[in-house]
Each structure stands twice: as structure tokens, then as C-alpha cells.
């Protein structure tokens, strides 16, 4: 099946939603509070240890009720029936997508246009299985015949996000492995990584979806430079593991056959750590960790698919965030996660976000007339209320913000643990309550100020409130539970994408700047003379004169 070709605002839905937005634009949250006894309980959506509360936000019951109808009349149901029966929804890449395929149990017969790929998919698991296996028994060894002690991904995007995240939110897990990243064709990153290493107990994973990328083959080559700086051709199969669909292209960087690890054109790189992109992830925490955070992205998906969307998690957070994208005009969304482990948990979700609904064409090939894919930000708290949350609350931007915390700490200091989660709730309650001038005057007044000595102060001290927060509070950070949450994200973003009617899972947008480096790269070294624009030109009239 095709995705269906709606445009959402030619709805009755949307016109419906902006009608109510125009009379209801300044209702504050506190009143819907205030006029509904059981918001808490209508606003909050409970699943497998998981919270969503979203009942801080600019929504009343006709807003919500529209919302769903918007997901129903752009036929939401149905897109989903193609997005997990495999269909080729990717449509000017002609794949599917399929990434819930990789997490599914092999009883589940995944089909991808028709063809069952659970097979395949059991098949590498096992070879990831076995493969950290050794290498964490240390059964494996380098070409001296000492165990690893260090693995290094070679990868950027897709092939770098996901584990990069993934390996320190699941660091409390962690085996004795040390894992390394290396991305960018700077090279001051690789010889940096490089300069703590030992060529005997290192390993690296060179990952590439499509193995041309020139980023990750600059510095696989590198790497393997350095590394024969120190052995011989041959150790180079004892050192090296790659994952990739293009398999011929790693035949010819000299990996041994049994360290080639394939993926599949049906999972596209910002989804694609669920695959053997994982590889370092499950090096890092052993394979039954990395089974588990499959599993929770399995029961996520089962959510997804099978509850009523006012229920549904991913549903609910893509209305939430369409509402505010597309009628109050908010441009960005922050996601601010209460736990340190989660550090690049929003570096992680710009790619997967922006770069799947930063679209301007929609699915009939013609340019929207409305907002697509949000700005995506952030950083852990409390770290960011000490940066950025000034303008959170008494900025001018309307930011709609994910509040992610957990219940229960993982090194088990519940001081640390309740100063830190007082300062979640805190923050969510300030941004939507505000403090008023009364509150501001008394508060001067029980300290014995007098008001006129202060008068010129007191607008600076107010906070409006009425800043919109989602609150996703979750048991425990675990490796289901981390899945379970990737999940949720990957969901909203398809939903997102049906309804704004654009194809979530290209990223024709990235190639441009891709072609324009190649030409210029033989520019600077002499080779070509291409013609730029005059600006471009001398810029790079200056750096050939350095
Ligand atoms: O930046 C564009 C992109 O194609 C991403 O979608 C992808 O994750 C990344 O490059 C890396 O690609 P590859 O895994 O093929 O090296």
C-alpha cells in the first residue's frame, strides 16, 4: 500500500482546530484546570511503567477531541498498516520501513513487501550474540594474543547517534570494554581517540549503512593506517569488524568475512541502532542487555500498534506537538531529560526527528502551505536550568518541552535522587503556573519590604507561567526501558509524518552539501576550478592562501 495523499488543512478537522484555536488562543492552562476536576486522570496516559502527563499543556477537551479526529481523518490507522506490514512506504527510495522488524520476536514473521525477513534477522542476532561473546570473554584476542580491551565505532549519522547514545545511557550497565567514537572527518577526532589507544587490544567497528560515506571512510582509513603502522595486513581481520548493506566495498577494505555484520536497505540509518549498528551497544552492556533493550522497543511498538490513540503514547505526544507546530506557530520543542545518562539523548533524536520531517514537499510532490518538523533541543536537567531555562520562563518563544524522569535512581542515592526529581517537578510546575505580581508583592512584604522601595524590581520577578510541558516519568532507566522511549520518538515521528503528509524516511535534503564538498575538495587541491558564487570564492581564495 501507498500512504494516503491528504493534505491535513483541507480537513474538517483543521478547520475545525483553527477555528477553536482562534476563540480559545488565550485560554490559560490553569483555567482548564480549574474547570475540569479530572484533567490529571483525562490528561495522562499510563503503559508499562510509563507516564505521560500531559495535561500542562494549552489543550482543552474540544482541542484533544479534534486532535484525534485530525489522526483519523488524514487515516492514520491505515498508514500504520503499511508502515508495520512492510509496504514501501519510503516511496522515493522505493523501501520500507521497517526498523520494528529488527525487535520483533522471530515468531511475529516480519515481511518486508511480502517476503519474510525474520530469518535473516535471527541469523545476525546471533552472529552479534556470539560475536560479543568472545570479545567480552576475552576468547577473542588481537594480534598479540591479549583480550580487548577497547572498541572504537568508526561511523557518523545513523551509524554513530544511536550508539553513541545508547552506550552512555547505558553505562551503569557497562562491562570492562571502554567504547570510543569516532564521526567527524576533522581529524583532529580521530588522532585524538587514537592517542590513548593500544593497536593489541583494540577493536574497531567500521559502520557505514551504505560504506561510501566520506566521513567514515576517511577515518576507517586512517585508523587502518596507523594501526599497520604497528601490525601487519593480516591482523587487520583480528582487529576489524564492519556493518554495512554493501557488503563488496568491505571485501575490499580487507575485514574477514566472519567480522561482517549486514543490515538491510529496509532500515534507514537514524533508525537503524536496533540492527548490527547496535554492535558497539551490545559490546558495551553484553548481548542479553542488548536483547532486553530490544524487547522494550518490541513492547512499545505493540503499544503503538494495537492501543486507541487517546492512550497512545506516540500518538498523543505527535498531536500534542502538530498542536502547537501548526497552530501557535511554536517553532521548537526542547526535550530535557532529568538523568545524566541521557546526555545526548537529544543530539540523538535531532537527526532522527529533523531529518526525517524537515520536509517541504509533501507526498504529492507539491510544497506545503503549513509547518513541518519541529527545531529539536536540549540538554539534561539540572544542567540546563542553569543555561538556558531563563528564557524557558521569561523568554518571548513558546517552547513545548518533554520533561523525561525517572522514579528510581540506578546508583541507589535517593539524597541525590530526590534533590534531583524536585527540581523535575519543580520545574514543570513553574513553567506552567508562573508566579503572579500578588505573590510577588507578598513575598516582599513578609520580609518586611516596603512595595515602594521596590516598585521599579517587581516586573522582573514575575513569571507569567502558561509554558506548555509534557511529563514522561518512567520506573527505572533500563535497557527496556531505554528501548521502550527510543520507541515511543521513532513512533511520534511517523505519526507526525502521516499527518503533514511529507515521506519521513529519505533525507534527500543532505545531499546537496554532500556534492558541493566533493567538487570543492578538488577545487582546493588544485585539480578542478568550479565555478562558485563570489562569496564562496573568496572564502576559499583565502584558505588556499593560508
Ligand atoms: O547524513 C545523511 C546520512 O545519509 C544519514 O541519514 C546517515 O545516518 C548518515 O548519512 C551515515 O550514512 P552511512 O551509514 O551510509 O555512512
Not at 561482517?260 to 533508525?271: I, K, L, Q, S
Not at 542488548?290 to 492512550?311: S, Y
Request: aromatic fraction near 10%; proline fraction near 3%; charge should be negative.
Amino acid at each position: 500500500m501507498k500512504l494516503p495523499r491528504i493534505n491535513p488543512t483541507s480537513t474538517a478537522a483543521w478547520k475545525a482546530l483553527e477555528a477553536h484555536f482562534q476563540t480559545r488562543q488565550a485560554d490559560r492552562i490553569s483555567d482548564l484546570f480549574a474547570q475540569n476536576p479530572n484533567r490529571v486522570a483525562q490528561y495522562t496516559a499510563q503503559w508499562n511503567g510509563f507516564t505521560l502527563d500531559y495535561s500542562k499543556n494549552r489543550i482543552d477537551d474540544t482541542a484533544k477531541k479534534l486532535l484525534l479526529e485530525l489522526a483519523q481523518q488524514c487515516q492514520l490507522k491505515e498508514a500504520m498498516q503499511g508502515y508495520f506490514g512492510g509496504s514501501p512506504i519510503n516511496e522515493t527510495e522505493s523501501r520500507a520501513v521497517m526498523h520494528t522488524a529488527l525487535r520483533a520476536p522471530a515468531s511475529a514473521d516480519s515481511k518486508v513487501e511480502g517476503s519474510s525477513v525474520a530469518a535473516e534477522v535471527e541469523a545476525v542476532k546471533t552472529q552479534i550474540k556470539n560475536f560479543c561473546d568472545q570479545i567480552i570473554s576475552g576468547q577473542k584476542k588481537g594480534f598479540t594474543g591479549k583480550a580487548f580491551t577497547d572498541v572504537v565505532n568508526i561511523g557518523i549519522g545513523g551509524s554513530d547517534l544511536g550508539p553513541v547514545m545508547a552506550v552512555e545511557a547505558l553505562k551503569y550497565y557497562q562491562n570492562h570494554l571502554k567504547i570510543h567514537f569516532v564521526s567527524n572527518v576533522d581529524g583532529d577526532h580521530v588522532y585524538e581517540t587514537l592517542k590513548s589507544l593500544n593497536p593489541e587490544t583494540t577493536l574497531f567497528v567500521v559502520v557505514s549503512k551504505t560504506f561510501t560515506t566520506q566521513e567514515t571512510l576517511s577515518n576507517a582509513l586512517t585508523v587502518k593506517k596507523w594501526f599497520l603502522s604497528h601490525a601487519s595486513q593480516k591482523d587487520i581481520a583480528l582487529h576489524f569488524a564492519a556493518v554495512s548493506t554493501n557488503t563488496a566495498k568491505i571485501a575490499e577494505f580487507g575485514i574477514a568475512p566472519e567480522h561482517v555484520f549486514p543490515m538491510w536497505d529496509w532500515v534507514g540509518g537514524r533508525f537503524s541502532l536496533w540492527s548490527a549498528v547496535g554492535l558497539t551497544i551490545a559490546l558495551s552492556v553484553g548481548y542479553n542487555h542488548f536483547e532486553a533493550f530490544l524487547q522494550g522497543a518490541h513492547e512499545m511498538d505493540r503499544h503503538f500498534a494495537e492501543t486507541p490513540f487517546e492512550d497512545n503514547i506516540p500518538v498523543i505526544m505527535a498531536l500534542v506537538s502538530i498542536w502547537y507546530n501548526n497552530f501557535y506557530g511554536a517553532e521548537s520543542e526542547a526535550i530535557i531529560p532529568y538523568t545524566q545518562y541521557l546526555s545526548r539523548f537529544s543530539a540523538y533524536l535531532q537527526q532522527g526527528i529533523m531529518e526525517s520531517n524537515g520536509k517541504y514537499i509533501d507526498r504529492s510532490g507539491t510544497r506545503v502551505n503549513y509547518q513541518t518538523g519541529t527545531l529539536i533541543w536540549g540538554e539534561p536537567g539540572t544542567n540546563s536550568q542553569h543555561a538556558f531555562f531563563q528564557l524557558m520562563h521569561q523568554g518571548t518563544k513558546l517552547i513545548p518541552t518533554d520533561f523525561i524522569g525517572f522514579k528510581k535512581p540506578l546508583h541507589g542515592d535517593m539524597d541525590h535522587h530526590d534533590k534531583l526529581m524536585s527540581n523535575f517537578f519543580a520545574q514543570t510546575e513553574a513553567l506552567f503556573v508562573g508566579k503572579s505580581k500578588a505573590e510577588v508583592e507578598a513575598e516582599f512584604i513578609a520580609k518586611g519590604v516596603d512595595l515602594d522601595s521596590v516598585a521599579h524590581i517587581i516586573p522582573f520577578k514575575v513569571f507569567e507561567g502558561n509554558k506548555p510541558t509534557n511529563t514522561l516519568l518512567i520506573d527505572q532507566l533500563t535497557p527496556a526501558t531505554l528501548g521502550s522511549l527510543i520507541a515511543a520518538y521513532e513512533h511520534k515521528i511517523f505519526v507526525q509524518g502521516v499527518l503533514w503528509n511529507i515521506f519521513s524516511y529519505d533525507q534527500w535534503g543532505v545531499e546537496l552539501g554532500k556534492q558541493l564538498a566533493n567538487s570543492i575538495l578538488s577545487d582546493i587541491d588544485g585539480s578542478t576550478n568550479h565555478p562558485h558564487d563570489a562569496s564562496t570564492q573568496a572564502l576559499l581564495k583565502a584558505y588556499q592562501n593560508k
